[in-house]
């Protein structure tokens, strides 16, 4: 079983950095690829970075790609993303999933977690 829980969400200005975490309180986080998404409002949920299993391989959404980084520690069973250069158009509510097969297609993960909100004011 997989119980997933967000933190690290804030208020920050246009150019700064901030690092979300998702924490698994079950015990088979290292048999799960895990990814981030976002939300907005009056938007859906879209993609935003997933990374394998093993932590070997990672994937990126175009609009973040060279400004997030996802990475993960198995054995304390995290996962994190850290946003640099933060825009006005990353404000979203950020959640983490979990699924049995790497995808970037929400449908794809079966645990979610209650998402933490990311406000980037320019």
């Known amino acids: 079983q997989v119980q997933l829980v967000e933190s690290g969400g804030g208020l920050v200005q246009a150019g700064y950095s901030l690092r979300i975490s998702c924490a698994d309180y079950?015990?088979?986080?290292?048999?799960?690829?895990m990814a981030w998404f976002r939300q907005a409002p009056g938007k859906e949920r879209e993609f935003v970075a997933a990374i394998t299993a093993s932590g070997g391989t990672t994937y990126y959404a175009d609009s973040v790609k060279g400004r997030f980084t996802i990475s993960r520690d198995n054995r304390n069973r995290r996962l994190y993303l850290l946003m640099n250069g933060l825009i006005p158009d990353d404000t979203a509510v950020y959640f983490c999933?979990?699924?049995?097969?790497?995808?970037?297609?929400?449908?794809?993960?079966?645990?979610w977690g209650q998402g933490t909100q990311v406000t980037v004011s320019s």
């Open positions: 079950g015990q088979t986080f290292s048999r799960y690829d």
């Open positions: 999933a979990a699924s049995t097969g790497m995808s970037m297609q929400t449908r794809d993960y079966d645990y």
